[in-house]
């Protein structure tokens, strides 16, 4: 699975259920790195999307724990269980984990890597996160592309591997014991 995320030079990715910046070629580049992959991201994230819709040519698995919720055109799963047999087969490049705050929590040890959009600014108001990876002992930077600009916004985009990848098997585990 490899993880796809715009930070800001603290880690934050959103707020109020909304993105921290626009910057249309991080748009672009998205589009670019998901198209025709699966795409896995919480209710949450969905919800920002334009008109609440999946993307066009990119199955969507959507995580949420409301049994009333039925959204068109997504596997829902309910659970990393869930989530585990919705992906078996599929290679690991194929899965993209599209945020946010708590999935990406969730499942950032279990990415083979990150694909980092790093903005050059620090939003003045922010309440969804991104882990620092930084700081993970198990996390590397290995490149990121020339430094861009657009909308008065300086950019790179990054890319961290996973020394240890972490299977899913962990995280249910942990799951079955709550
Ligand atoms: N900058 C970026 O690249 C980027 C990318 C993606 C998102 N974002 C931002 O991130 C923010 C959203 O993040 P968020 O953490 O608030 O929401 P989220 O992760 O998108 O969705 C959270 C929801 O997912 C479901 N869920 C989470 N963990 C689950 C689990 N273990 N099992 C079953 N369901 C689970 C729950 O849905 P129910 O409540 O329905 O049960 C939960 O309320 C927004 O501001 C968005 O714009 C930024």
Redesign the pocket.
């Known amino acids: 699975m490899i993880a ?4 800001d030079e603290h880690y ?10 626009h910057l249309p070629d ?1 748009l672009k580049y ?1 589009a670019a790195q998901t198209r025709g992959k699966t795409l896995v ?8 999307f334009p008109g609440g819709k999946p993307l066009k040519g990119r199955p969507h698995i ?5 049994p009333d ?1 039925h959204p068109e055109g997504v596997t829902l ?4 269980k869930e989530l585990e047999q919705a992906i078996r087969g599929l290679p690991g490049d194929e899965v993209m984990l ?9 499942l950032i040890d279990c990415c083979d890597s990150a694909l980092v ?1 790093k903005i050059e600014a620090a939003a003045k108001q922010a ?2 996160f ?1 882990p620092n990876l930084d700081a993970k002992d198990n996390w590397e930077l290995a490149n990121c592309r020339e430094r861009q600009e657009q909308n008065g916004l300086g950019f790179r985009f990054c890319e961290y591997v996973n020394k240890a990848v972490a299977p899913l098997n962990e995280i249910i585990a942990m ?1 079955d014991k709550k």
């Not at 959507?62 to 409301?66: A, I, L, Q």
């Open positions: 796809i995320v715009a930070v934050a990715i959103g707020h109020k259920g909304g993105m921290l910046f991080d998205f991201m919480g209710r949450k994230t969905l919800e920002s959507v995580f949420s724990r409301n919720y799963v309910r659970s990393v599209c945020g946010g705050d708590s999935l990406y929590h969730l959009t309440d969804s991104f799951e």
